[in-house]
């Protein structure tokens, strides 16, 4: 088999799914989606037909997933200073973004819960889905909703849902057992379904357990406190048959074990023999760890449920954190093939050009806990080898370098591979995420490689990320000329 008959045979076999809308057959080709996110600003400021001729122009966008929900900066508002703006968009620096729900929260499907059904006040007199869905139908384009578990802290009623953590102060981040976390999910779930013509949902959670928050084990700020020890956790976790107490006890060493070696007091066995002492003495930290996780995949399965329910022929899937790409600790709890229970599809997060540079970050994250007994280039080393990459930077040169396109190919391969029955794989490629002043900037080359990478993987389907409003359009146009080449697309 030839590589085009392997693309074109993929592409039929993710046109054989329950979705009416990716059907393929012989004669026919499949319409693979090809989807990008976007946010309401960039419909607000260049005008919704004009953003749509452009998006199927530029890259055979056939499938728009629209950001709907966030109080985040990541898929929502234009560049955030300090961050070229793209050659398009009003050129001006949205600084008072707020975020919100960017369509119409309506009140009845938010009764059970205490976390207020905020309208992003951004934009107070439009409506993203009303506005953009009809003008997207009649082109041929599928509109999904995408929304995410990013809140400001001062949403009224969210305190009503905090975690708990180890010292037993409440944290600034919802916790998936409480039923005002679980409600407010499936309201919204509800309101987007029942309320539009809506052609399917995805929702993201980039949080993970108490065990990988204490150690770090991400792009993200260092070693975190560890969670949940609410009401709703600990009565979980005595129908379980896990002993609070005896974990809250093993977290508290972990957390004395860090503040240690932060302090510059190496313990006398070393950190990785001390960690794993940890562990053997209080296994209820690992127990913690999966009740955790299990807390946040009950309501993926209630919130497949309800859209389900509502909806059965509409996909909903997932947006998997871009730390399963550097940390084996997440990627171990991202079974993609139990993920198949209750997804249609995952987005894979498969960002190449700022992966260098979050990369490094995670390693000096790791060796300053888990592995400080290693050098930060041996850590490098051994996080290639776990995660099944080669041929990736040195760690001095990945913050200018980047990741690859073959880190791409074969995070890919993995995922076609590792995922079971029907769920599909869009991975999620990268244009023009920001990264630093001195770190590797998204060109066309690369873009255009990682896209036929995607695709030589044997993706079904692919996501440009983040958002538009960051995208400058010569790497968007060699995204589209990659795409072209990969797949037949039918954008109306
Ligand atoms: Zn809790």
């Known amino acids: 088999m030839n590589r085009r008959e392997f693309i074109e045979s993929s592409a039929a076999a993710a046109g054989a799914t329950m979705f009416g809308w990716v059907e393929s057959t012989q004669a026919q080709p499949s319409t693979v989606p090809v989807g990008i996110q976007v946010g309401a600003v960039s419909f607000v400021d260049e005008g919704t037909d004009k953003v749509l001729e452009a998006l199927g122009e530029l890259a055979s966008i056939n499938t728009l997933f629209l950001a709907t929900f ?10 955030p200073r300090g961050n070229p703006l793209p050659d398009h968009g009003k050129q001006e620096y949205d600084d008072d973004y707020h975020g919100g729900n960017f369509a119409t929260p309506h009140p009845r499907y938010y009764k059970n819960t205490s976390i207020a059904p905020q309208k992003a006040p951004d934009h107070p007199d439009y409506d993203v889905i009303a506005d953009v869905l009809p003008r997207a139908h009649k082109r041929g384009m599928k509109v999904i909703c995408w929304y995410e578990d990013v809140f400001r802290k001062d949403v009224p009623g969210l305190d009503k849902a905090f975690e708990v953590d180890v010292h037993g102060r409440a944290v600034a981040r919802v916790c998936y057992r409480n039923p005002n976390t679980l409600n407010f999910w499936l309201g919204l779930t509800e309101d987007y379904l029942r309320s539009y013509p809506v052609d399917g949902l995805m929702f993201g959670s980039e949080r993970q357990g108490p065990l990988n928050n204490a150690l770090g084990a991400s792009h993200g700020g260092g070693p975190g406190t560890a969670g949940c020890f609410c009401t709703h956790c600990l009565a979980a976790a005595n129908r379980e048959g896990i002993n609070a107490e005896r974990a809250r006890r093993g977290y508290l060493a972990l957390d004395q074990w860090i503040e240690g070696m932060k302090g510059g007091r190496r313990p006398v066995d070393g950190a990785f023999v001390t960690f794993w002492r940890i562990l053997v003495e209080h296994p209820e930290v690992l127990a913690w760890e999966r009740l955790w996780n299990e807390g946040l995949r009950d309501v993926y399965r209630a919130m497949y449920r309800k859209a389900h329910e509502i909806a059965p022929r509409k996909p909903m899937g997932w947006h998997i954190w871009h730390t399963n790409s550097f940390a084996p600790f997440y990627r171990a709890e991202q079974d993609y093939r139990a993920f198949s229970d209750y997804s249609d599809y995952l987005k894979v997060v498969m ?18 806990t888990l592995f400080a007994d290693l050098t930060p280039e041996q850590t490098t080393e051994l996080t290639y080898r776990i995660q099944q990459y080669s041929g990736e930077a040195t760690l001095d040169k990945l913050p200018t370098a980047g990741l690859t396109a073959d880190y791409v190919r074969r995070e890919t391969r993995r995922a076609v591979a590792g995922v079971g029955g029907n769920t599909r794989i869009w991975p999620g490629i990268e244009i023009d995420i920001p990264t630093g002043e001195k770190e590797k900037k998204t060109t066309p080359e690369d873009v255009y490689a990682s896209v036929k990478a995607t695709f030589e993987g044997g993706a079904h389907g692919i996501i440009l990320s983040r958002k538009y409003s960051e995208m400058r359009l010569d790497n968007l146009r060699a995204a589209g000329r990659a795409i072209r080449e990969s797949v037949k697309t039918a954008s109306r």
């Open 351 to 368: 960002y190449h050009n700022c992966g260098g540079p979050r990369m490094a970050r995670y390693i000096r994250n790791v060796n300053s």
């Open 70 to 79: 966030t109080y985040g900066r990541g898929i929502g508002g234009r560049q």
